[in-house]
């Protein structure tokens, strides 16, 4: 069995060997240089809290869902890498799988969280990368803040993390002229690990409000 073969196979099971100083670099290249360049050029990224970024990576960055400029965005304005959790029909594509596969990203059944899937965020713990995950699952319309699960709240309690909510504005405007594109990334205070998962939840959408002014629309789901 090839070793792309094997990555698509089992895209959702990562062993520590896989977050590597390759893996750390291509990241960093992609989304501190070339995203970075096109963020600074055409959407004026301002980033404000980086303050409240913690030194070590005993938390999980959270942030709304907008757009899939996102994911690589949140990425550059991180000083560690981050491996987030990708829905596993992406890796049936080929290209993509290796994209992915190079980002130090992992597959999930949003349906079915595997052993597997639990297994590889109890192992990031273990590197010097951070977990990344949108509560929201996938992208929601900008005004609100709707689609929230509790599966990332779950995932905090298990690896005994705290979360980082990130409230993103503007990146749902796909604009290509330069200058023309306004984002602001907020970065709020750490919502300290909890036992209870939804007030972690809450904790999390109240921040999210705060952050970027949206309103929630509907609870969050199992």
């Known amino acids: 069995m090839t070793k792309n073969k094997k990555n698509k196979r089992n895209a959702s099971s990562r062993e520590q060997e896989f977050f590597n100083i390759w893996r750390r670099i291509f990241q960093f ?73 190079w980002l130090g990203a992992f597959a999930v059944d949003r349906e079915n969280l595997s052993v597997s899937t639990i297994r590889t965020v109890l192992t990031i713990r273990k590197t010097d990368w951070i977990f990344g995950i949108f509560p ?32 993103i504005i503007g990146s749902q405007e796909a604009r290509h002229m330069p200058f023309s594109g306004k984002i602001i990334i907020r970065i709020g205070e750490l919502i300290p690990y909890s036992e209870n998962v939804d007030e972690m939840v809450d904790k999390w959408t109240d921040s999210i409000q705060k952050l970027t002014g949206f309103k929630v629309e509907q609870l969050a789901t199992v």
């Open 136 to 167: 929201q699952g996938k992208r929601q319309e900008p005004g609100k803040i709707s689609g929230i699960t509790k599966g990332f709240a779950s995932l905090a309690k298990t690896t005994k993390c705290g979360i980082l909510p990130i409230g």
């Open 29 to 101: 290249i992609i989304t501190h240089w070339f995203y970075m360049i096109r963020l600074k050029l055409i959407y004026r990224l301002e980033v404000e809290g980086k303050e409240n970024i913690p030194k070590g990576n005993e938390y999980i960055v959270a942030p709304n869902h907008l757009s899939t400029l996102d994911p690589p965005m949140i990425a550059s304005i991180l000083p560690r890498p981050v491996a987030y959790m990708a829905k596993k029909e992406l890796f049936e594509n080929p290209f993509l799988c290796w994209w992915l596969n």
